[in-house]
């Protein structure tokens, strides 16, 4: 019988958000789905270097930050 699960083991996640309590949330749902590995940042900035260090399958992120829209990454 095939499985309608869906694997997320090698799925890699940023999350951008200002709220460190919706960061923290995110992140445990994230886990609950089987992701190993999340990264978070709380600016455009960081986010952006984050992108340039590493590739990643995933972005969450917030639609207004205080360093700009969410767009611009």
């Known amino acids: 019988m095939k499985s309608d699960s869906m694997n997320f083991s090698k799925v890699r996640a940023l999350v951008v958000d200002s709220d460190s309590f919706a960061v923290e949330i ?5 886990e609950g789905f089987g992701l190993p590995e999340a990264k978070s940042s709380n ?3 960081d986010a952006k270097n984050s992108l340039l260090e590493g590739k990643f399958d995933l972005l969450m992120c917030e639609a207004m930050l205080k360093d700009g829209p969410g767009t611009d990454l």
């Open 26 to 30: 995110l992140l445990q749902i994230l």
């Open 43 to 45: 600016n455009i900035a």
